[in-house]
C-alpha cells in the first residue's frame, strides 16, 4: 500500500501545481489518472494549440505548459499512477484508504479531486460503420498533425476545435470542413478565417451537410456528406476528424456521498473542501459562485486546497505562511542551496 499525505486524482494542470504546493508546504503527494500521461485536456485535446491566459507567459502550447509543469515539481519526486481510476474510497480512523481499477491502493490523510476521477469521452459519429476506423483513419482528436501532411482531411464540426484544425491543417493537407449547420459556434475570427480560406480554394467548407457513410477497406478512401435537401455528395478523403465535443463521465465518484450538482463537485471557497471532510476538489470538476472555467482559477483553488490539506496530514502542527523568497525551508524542498 503507497502511504502519502494526500492524494491528487487528476494529473492536468490543476492537479500538478497543487502538486507543486503541497511540495512547498512540506507535504507528500502521488497522483492518480485515467490517461495514459500527465497533462489532462491540454495535452489529450489541445496539445499544440496556443494558450493565451497564463499569467507572465504571453503563449504557450498545452504541452509546453505540461512540461513545465512537470519540470516544477520534479524536486518533490511526485509518483503517477496513470491508466488508472479510482474505484473504491473508505474511511478508516482518521485517513482514507483508496484503490484503484489497476489494483493500486492508497492510505492518505486527504484526497484532492482534480479531474481525473471519471474520463471525458468524445461525442462520436452516429453512423456504426464508423467503429472500425477509429484510431486508424478516424479520430476524434489530434495526437500528431504530421501523419495528415500531403493527405485529404474531412473535419466534422462548429466549433473551435474544428474550425482551429482546419485552419492549421490546411497549410499541410487539402482539407473539408463539413458542418450540419450554416452558423457557427466558434470565434468569429476563426468562422471569417475558414470563410477566406474558402474563397481562396484552401478549405472547402460544406454546410448544412452530415456524415452518411465512410468507405474502405482497412482504411477510408472516401466519405459519403448528405445536405439537409436529401442531396448526396461523395468525397475522397485519407483521414476523418469529428469534433463534437466531450462527455463527462463522472463513474464511482457518483457513491462517494459528495455533493454534486450538475455533474460538478460543490464547495467552499476557503479551501475547496467539499462536503466531506478530507476531500477537496479544484479544477473544471468543482462548482462555487461566480467560479471560472480558467486554468489560473485553477491553480488558486490548489493553492488554498493544498494548505487545507495541511491540518488533516499533520494534525499537531500550524501551518506558518511563507514567501519562497525567503523560506530557508521552501528553498530546501525545492533543491535550491544558499550560499
Request: proline content about 3%; charged content about 25%; some cysteine.
Amino acid at each position: 500500500m503507497n502511504k502519502t499525505d494526500v492524494l491528487i486524482i487528476g494529473a492536468g494542470p490543476t492537479g500538478l501545481f497543487c502538486a507543486h504546493q503541497l511540495g512547498i508546504i512540506g507535504l507528500t503527494c502521488e497522483i492518480v489518472d485515467n490517461l495514459d500521461k500527465a497533462g489532462g485536456q491540454c495535452i489529450e485535446l489541445y496539445p499544440d494549440k496556443p494558450i493565451y491566459d497564463i499569467p507572465a507567459i504571453p503563449e504557450c502550447t498545452g504541452e509546453e505548459l505540461t512540461n513545465n509543469l512537470l519540470k516544477q515539481i520534479k524536486p518533490f519526486n511526485v509518483n503517477f499512477h496513470l491508466n488508472q481510476r479510482v474505484e473504491k474510497l473508505k474511511k478508516v480512523k482518521n485517513r482514507w484508504h483508496i484503490k484503484t481499477n489497476g489494483n493500486e491502493e492508497f492510505d492518505v490523510a486527504s484526497i484532492v479531486i482534480a479531474g481525473g476521477v471519471g474520463s471525458f469521452e468524445p461525442r462520436k459519429f452516429p453512423v456504426k460503420e464508423c467503429e472500425k476506423f477509429e484510431g486508424n483513419t478516424l479520430f476524434y482528436s489530434v495526437k500528431d498533425k504530421t501523419i495528415f501532411k500531403d493527405k485529404t482531411i474531412s473535419i466534422f464540426g462548429g466549433g473551435d476545435s474544428a474550425l482551429d484544425w482546419a485552419i492549421e491543417l490546411s497549410n499541410t493537407s487539402k482539407v473539408n470542413l463539413i458542418h450540419r449547420r450554416d452558423g457557427f459556434s466558434g470565434a468569429e475570427s476563426s468562422v471569417q478565417k475558414v470563410k477566406e480560406l474558402n474563397d481562396q480554394g484552401k478549405i472547402n467548407l460544406y454546410t448544412k451537410y452530415q456524415l452518411d457513410s465512410v468507405s474502405g477497406e482497412n482504411k477510408i478512401n472516401s466519405v459519403k456528406i448528405k445536405h439537409d435537401d436529401g442531396e448526396v455528395k461523395d468525397i475522397e478523403s485519407d483521414f476523418v476528424l469529428g469534433f463534437f465535443g466531450l462527455i463527462m463521465q463522472l463513474g464511482p465518484i457518483l457513491e462517494w456521498g459528495l455533493s454534486i450538482d450538475k455533474k460538478k463537485v460543490e464547495v467552499n471557497t476557503e479551501n475547496f473542501e467539499t462536503n466531506i471532510n478530507g476531500i477537496f476538489a479544484i479544477g473544471d470538476i468543482c462548482s462555487y459562485p461566480g467560479k471560472l472555467k480558467l486554468i489560473l482559477s485553477g491553480f488558486h483553488e490548489g493553492a488554498l486546497a493544498a494548505r487545507g490539506c495541511f491540518k488533516y496530514a499533520k494534525p499537531d502542527e500550524k501551518l506558518r505562511f511563507e514567501f519562497t523568497t525567503t523560506s530557508k525551508a521552501a528553498q530546501e524542498r525545492l533543491g535550491i542551496k544558499n550560499d
